[in-house]
């Protein structure tokens, strides 16, 4: 079992955190304040490759492995998890599905734009009624013969106002429940197509959240992704890469805050020494190194198995639902160790707390994680053959 990375690996992860740290970092508190959208970043990881990473050469992608983009992921979150997310939406809900899944012709029309930044995407799945209950979709696609006709509405959508691509999930079939639900590829400045206003959120306040609205939307019948009837199964392949990505931020959420509250605990003095000789931080620091190393392990072994072909779903699960409670009691733990300053903003750990708490919510909460896992539990498919 070797844990090693790749020399490869290690550049892609030593790229990424000298972006986060010498691009991201300076106005990342400003951002957060003003929920400013980070385009100079989010141009910069486009640069880098991070926009399109497990995306095909041949389609302008950097033909990267899920551990490269989980590394990148991680060290991008340790700084600035509003950055992450629309790094995370759009490798892992939509350049992944759209090359998978979509004709060919779909994926050489609209992969090179998005593997590269040159336009953002979106994935479009939750409903004012329709969150963790996926089946119970409201928008609608109408079969028109040649296109379909698509109206309803969308809700907490990422990257919704600056995305040029969408991929919808709708109901064409009520009758046929969750058989008649559908993906499509729709474009953002096509006629009928209108977002709400940016979400004022408690955390990643700088990324993009938005409600999409689509009012007799012409959708052309070639942009449907796979057969008629395979949206659900798409958006479930989709969330299970999608929690990979997740996991990587939530695990990065929490190594940042490990990080500023280790450093701190150097320069803090108290009674004489500093704070971490104190055995009630040491041992709080030595519980967050723990547990955040099982955490890696995880997302590591979950985007693993992804690059081996294997079942991840899940490990995937497992990971998110892990990492992501990681994250909030690292953050948590992380204040209290500085103190007063710890709650306020110029010290950044506030910050990450914030961010911490969406990695539990978005692309399956932990319910829903544990739902899936119980699920296997009870079927005795817990342990999945990894060799």
């Given at each position: 079992?070797?844990?090693?990375?790749?020399?490869?690996q290690?550049?892609?992860?030593?790229?990424?955190?000298?972006?986060?740290?010498?691009?991201?970092?300076?106005?990342?508190i400003?951002?957060?304040?003003?929920?400013?959208?980070?385009?100079?970043?989010?141009?910069?990881?486009?640069?880098?490759?991070f926009?399109?990473?497990?995306?095909?050469?041949?389609?302008g992608?950097?033909?990267?492995?899920?551990?490269?983009?989980?590394?990148?992921?991680?060290?991008?979150?340790k700084v600035?998890?509003s950055?992450?997310?629309?790094?995370?939406?759009?490798?892992?809900?939509?350049?992944?599905?759209?090359?998978k899944?979509?004709?060919?012709?779909?994926?050489?029309?609209?992969?090179?734009?998005l593997?590269?930044?040159?336009?953002?995407?979106?994935?479009?799945?939750?409903?004012?009624e329709?969150?963790?209950?996926a089946?119970?979709?409201?928008t609608?696609?109408?079969?028109?013969g040649?296109?379909?006709l698509?109206?309803?509405?969308?809700n907490?959508?990422?990257?919704?106002?600056?995305?040029?691509?969408?991929?919808?999930?709708?109901q064409?079939d009520?009758?046929?429940?969750?058989k008649?639900?559908?993906?499509?590829?729709?474009?953002a400045?096509w006629?009928?197509?209108?977002?709400?206003i940016?979400?004022?959120k408690?955390?990643?306040?700088?990324?993009?959240?938005?409600?999409?609205?689509?009012?007799?939307?012409?959708?052309?019948?070639?942009?449907?992704?796979?057969?008629?009837?395979?949206?659900f199964?798409?958006?479930?392949?989709?969330?299970?890469?999608?929690?990979i990505?997740?996991?990587?931020?939530?695990?990065?959420?929490?190594?940042?805050a490990?990080?500023?509250?280790?450093?701190?605990?150097?320069?803090?003095?108290?009674?004489?020494?500093p704070?971490?000789?104190?055995q009630?931080?040491?041992?709080?620091?030595?519980?967050m190194a723990?547990?955040?190393?099982?955490?890696?392990?995880?997302?590591?072994?979950?985007?693993?198995?992804?690059?081996?072909?294997?079942?991840?779903s899940?490990?995937?699960?497992?990971?998110k639902?892990?990492?992501?409670?990681?994250?909030?009691?690292?953050?948590v733990?992380?204040?209290?160790?500085?103190?007063?300053?710890?709650?306020?903003k110029?010290?950044?750990?506030?910050?990450?707390?914030r961010?911490?708490?969406?990695?539990?919510?978005?692309?399956?909460?932990?319910?829903?994680?544990?739902?899936?896992?119980?699920?296997?539990?009870?079927?005795?498919?817990?342990?999945?053959?990894?060799d």
């Amino acid at each position: 079992m070797d844990f090693s990375l790749s020399e490869e690996q290690l550049m892609i992860q030593q790229a990424a955190r000298e972006f986060a740290q010498n691009d991201l970092k300076p106005g990342v508190i400003q951002r957060d304040t003003d929920m400013s959208y980070p385009t100079e970043g989010v141009q910069k990881m486009s640069e880098l490759g991070f926009m399109g990473m497990m995306v095909d050469t041949k389609y302008g992608g950097s033909g990267m492995d899920t551990i490269s983009y989980t590394l990148a992921m991680e060290e991008i979150s340790k700084v600035d998890a509003s950055c992450s997310v629309i790094m995370s939406v759009n490798n892992s809900l939509v350049c992944a599905g759209i090359e998978k899944y979509a004709s060919e012709e779909n994926k050489q029309k609209y992969l090179p734009d998005l593997a590269t930044g040159a336009k953002i995407g979106a994935f479009c799945l939750s409903e004012p009624e329709a969150g963790s209950d996926a089946t119970s979709q409201r928008t609608t696609a109408e079969d028109k013969g040649d296109y379909y006709l698509l109206n309803g509405t969308k809700n907490w959508i990422t990257n919704g106002k600056k995305a040029g691509i969408y991929v919808v999930i709708a109901q064409t079939d009520i009758e046929k429940g969750h058989k008649g639900i559908n993906a499509f590829i729709v474009e953002a400045d096509w006629e009928g197509v209108s977002t709400g206003i940016k979400e004022d959120k408690l955390g990643i306040r700088s990324s993009d959240t938005s409600s999409v609205m689509f009012a007799d939307v012409k959708v052309p019948k070639e942009n449907r992704i796979g057969p008629d009837g395979f949206g659900f199964k798409y958006a479930m392949w989709t969330l299970d890469g999608g929690r990979i990505g997740i996991a990587a931020q939530a695990l990065g959420i929490a190594g940042g805050a490990y990080e500023l509250a280790t450093a701190y605990s150097h320069e803090r003095a108290a009674f004489g020494k500093p704070i971490n000789r104190h055995q009630a931080v040491a041992f709080k620091l030595a519980d967050m190194a723990t547990e955040i190393e099982a955490a890696k392990m995880m997302v590591y072994r979950s985007a693993w198995l992804k690059d081996q072909g294997k079942p991840y779903s899940q490990a995937a699960a497992m990971a998110k639902v892990y990492a992501s409670e990681v994250a909030m009691k690292t953050t948590v733990e992380a204040v209290q160790v500085h103190g007063g300053y710890g709650y306020v903003k110029e010290y950044h750990v506030e910050r990450l707390m914030r961010d911490a708490k969406i990695t539990q919510i978005y692309e399956g909460t932990s319910e829903i994680q544990r739902l899936v896992i119980s699920r296997n539990v009870i079927n005795g498919d817990l342990y999945l053959p990894i060799d």
